[in-house]
T-cell receptor
Framework: ETGVTQTPRHLVMGMTNKKSLKCEQH?????MYWYKQSAKKPLELMFV???????ENNSVPSRFSPECPNSSHLFLHLHTLQPEDSALYLC?????????????????FGPGTRLTVL | QQQVKQSPQSLIVQKGGISIINCAYE??????FPWYQQFPGKGPALLIA?????SEKKEGRFTISFNKSAKQFSLHIMDSQPGDSATYFC????????????FGSGTQLTVLP
C-alpha cells in the first residue's frame, strides 16, 4: 500500500448504529487530518492530530470521536449520527503542522469514505 | 472569518480551450495558495501552489496568477483536455502553529472532446 488509504470506501448506517472509519498513511508523516466533504461546499476541517496529539477540533459534534493511536493510523468513531452527516469523509496527512522554513507542508489525501446515514 | 470564495461553480470548455477558475480571499495573513484537483472516487491531489511574493507560477499547461492587492488568484488551464475534467479546489493557508487550509467550494470542470 502506498500513500493514504481509507476503509471502508462506502458505509451505510442507521442513526442508532456505531461504526468506525479507518485511515492509514504510508508516507512517514506526523500529522493527520479528518475532513468532511459535502456537495458544492468547501472541505470542512474536523480534527487535526500532530504527533498523535489532537491539536484542533473545529466544533465537531460529540457524535464524531477521533482516535489516533500512532502517527500512521487515524480513526473516526461514529455513533447516533444524523442524516445530515451523510457526506464523503476524507483523511489527509502531512509532514507535520508546524511552521517550517520553505516547506509547503503539503497535505496528501486518501480516497475518502462515502457515508450514508439513513 | 477566514473564507475563500471560488467561481464559477461549474465550467464547460471545448478541447483545446482555456479554462479559468477564480478565487478571492479576505485574510491578508494567508501565505500559501494551493490548487487541488479531484477526480471522481479519489481524494483531492495538489496540482500547483503559489506564495504571495510572486505574481505567476506556471507548471506545464497549468498557471496560477496572483494579485495580492486585489486579494485574488486564479487557475488557468491552457489547451484543456478531456482528461482535465475534474473538480478543482482553491485553498489558502495562514500563519500560526496550526497552518490549516481554508478551501473554496470547488469548480466542476468538463472539457468536451
Amino acid at each position: 500500500e502506498t500513500g493514504v488509504t481509507q476503509t471502508p470506501r462506502h458505509l451505510v448506517m442507521g442513526m442508532t448504529n456505531k461504526k468506525s472509519l479507518k485511515c492509514e498513511q504510508h508516507l512517514g508523516h506526523n500529522a493527520m487530518y479528518w475532513y468532511k466533504q459535502s456537495a458544492k461546499k468547501p472541505l470542512e476541517l474536523m480534527f487535526v492530530y500532530n504527533f498523535k496529539e489532537q491539536t484542533e477540533n473545529n466544533s465537531v459534534p460529540s457524535r464524531f470521536s477521533p482516535e489516533c493511536p500512532n502517527s500512521s493510523h487515524l480513526f473516526l468513531h461514529l455513533h447516533t449520527l444524523q442524516p445530515e452527516d451523510s457526506a464523503l469523509y476524507l483523511c489527509a496527512s502531512s509532514q507535520d503542522t508546524l511552521p517550517g522554513g520553505g516547506s509547503y507542508n503539503e497535505q496528501f489525501f486518501g480516497p475518502g469514505t462515502r457515508l450514508t446515514v439513513l | 472569518q477566514q473564507q475563500v470564495k471560488q467561481s464559477p461553480q461549474s465550467l464547460i470548455v471545448q478541447k483545446g480551450g482555456i479554462s479559468i477558475i477564480n478565487c478571492a480571499y479576505e485574510n491578508t495573513a494567508f501565505d500559501y495558495f494551493p490548487w487541488y484537483q479531484q477526480f471522481p472516487g479519489k481524494g483531492p491531489a495538489l496540482l500547483i501552489a503559489i506564495r504571495p511574493d510572486v505574481s505567476e507560477k506556471k507548471e506545464g499547461r497549468f498557471t496560477i496568477s496572483f494579485n495580492k492587492s486585489a486579494k485574488q488568484f486564479s487557475l488557468h488551464i491552457m489547451d484543456s483536455q478531456p482528461g482535465d475534467s475534474a473538480t478543482y479546489f482553491c485553498a489558502a493557508r495562514g500563519f500560526g502553529s496550526a497552518r490549516q487550509l481554508t478551501f473554496g467550494s470547488g469548480t466542476q470542470l468538463t472539457v468536451l472532446p
